[in-house]
């Protein structure tokens, strides 16, 4: 009688620890398929902000190089360049973080199999264990040298983007300022231009005197002459000081290109780094 109570004792905790079993792993799938859903999301907000990022980063850097690199489609193609390096890089930092993760994981599942079987100091196993913590230190080794290269990498980028923002700014104040010598030059360039009309007219005036002076004095001496002779001094004397004033004001005008050409030759030196 023992024997089939006995048995069904047995059938019963069999079915009981089948439906544990389901039930834990029922649970193990909707864990696994939470996490993997988290995961995708997660992966998809950072290619977003990741394209973003990158998107934002060429504009800025298509804007500063536009003009300097004549032209937006030079500039287009410097930054993709520079960002095509840019992925390169952080898909071997990828590689390598993912390959890295497998390798940890390797290394606690054989952590366990060993603990499990008391083998931890000896054995092949034991020598696997540190086979694959070198392995791993490798590849850490591998992403710590990938890291710096992507820092200094930013940091030229970032050190030449802000030279170049330099270097803008300071033209176009030097623009700026030139542009306003133009206008002051040309003011002045109309201004003499009716002072020559006005010296023009004033010459012709003074060539009418001395022929009616010469007339006068033909008939009356000399009588009359110093006055004219004064005006035609003082005429003379205005006409010298406005040719000085044009020449210093071209001298300043040929000063403030030579500026601008020494700016622009360092700009293209920025460029030629930036792109080397």
């Not at 999301?41 to 060429?58: L, S, V, Y």
Request: glycine fraction near 4%; aromatic fraction near 4%.
């Amino acid at each position: 009688a023992d024997g089939p109570q006995l048995y069904g004792q047995r059938l019963r905790l069999l079915r009981e620890l089948r439906e544990q079993r389901e039930r834990a792993a029922a649970a193990c799938r909707e864990q696994v398929e939470a996490r993997r859903r988290s995961g995708e999301e997660r992966q998809a907000r950072a290619q977003a902000e990741w394209a973003a990022f990158q998107a934002r980063k060429k504009a800025v850097a298509v804007f500063s190089l536009g003009r300097r690199l004549g032209g937006r489609e030079a500039a287009v193609k410097a930054a993709d360049r520079a960002q095509a390096r840019e992925w390169d890089k952080e898909q071997q930092v990828r590689e390598a973080r993912v390959e890295n993760i497998k390798l940890k994981h390797e290394i606690q599942n054989l952590e366990t199999i060993l603990k499990a079987q008391g083998e931890l100091a000896v054995g092949q196993h034991f020598m696997d264990f540190e086979h694959m913590k070198k392995e791993n230190q490798k590849h850490n080794e591998k992403i710590d040298n990938l890291s710096d290269e992507i820092l200094k990498l930013k940091k030229k980028v970032s050190n030449t983007v802000c030279v170049l923002s330099q270097f803008r700014k300071k033209l176009q104040f030097v623009e700026a300022e030139n542009q306003g010598r133009r206008a002051e030059l040309m003011d002045i360039k109309t201004a003499l231009s009716q002072k020559r009309d006005i010296l023009t007219k004033t010459k012709q005036a003074r060539d009418r005197l001395r022929r009616n002076n010469l007339k006068l004095q033909q008939k009356r001496g000399l009588l009359g002459n110093e006055i004219l002779l004064r005006d035609f001094e003082e005429t003379v004397d205005a006409v010298e000081l406005l040719s000085q004033r044009l020449e210093t004001l071209k001298r300043h005008h040929a000063s403030l290109i030579l500026t601008c050409r020494g700016i622009q030759k360092k700009i293209k030196e920025a460029n030629s780094l930036f792109l080397a």
